[in-house]
Nanobody, 122 residues
Framework: QVQLVESGGGLVQAGGSLRLSCAASGSIFSIRSMGWYRQAPGKQRELVAAISSGVSTNSADSVKGRFTISRDNARNTLYLQMNSLKPEDTAVYYC????????????????WGQGTLVTVSS
């Protein structure tokens, strides 16, 4: 079994910064892609940024130039550095990963974290 635990959310003023972390644990064999999604009240969950097992990244147009995704493969940890935050960035942020386990090394499963709330005040 694999778990993703997010941390780093909170309340920040517009223009401020936050750094989210997502730690993967359990019987992990390999992690392929990882990503951050967010869901604002009354809206659908949307992709914020994703990163491959290497260094390839992509991000939503709304966060380009402000958010940076990175990962530490040795620690199985994903990060999201969020700068110049805006009130419209307010949402629950979820970590997502494609993970294979020790018992099934070639079978990748999609795993979600429980989410961390980011609130940006104007």
């Amino acid at each position: 079994q694999v778990q993703l635990v997010e941390s780093g959310g909170g309340l920040v003023q517009a223009g401020g910064s936050l750094r989210l972390s997502c730690a993967a644990s359990g019987s992990i064999f390999s992690i392929r892609s990882m990503g951050w999604y967010r869901q604002a009240p009354g809206k659908q969950r949307e992709l914020v940024a994703a990163i491959s097992s290497g260094v390839s990244t992509n991000s939503a147009d709304s966060v380009k130039g402000r958010f940076t995704i990175s990962r530490d493969n040795a620690r199985n940890t994903l990060y999201l550095q969020m700068n110049s935050l805006k009130p419209e960035d307010t949402a629950v942020y979820y970590c997502n990963a494609l993970v294979s386990t020790l018992v099934a090394p070639t079978r990748y499963l999609e795993v979600w974290g429980q989410g961390t709330l980011v609130t940006v005040s104007s």
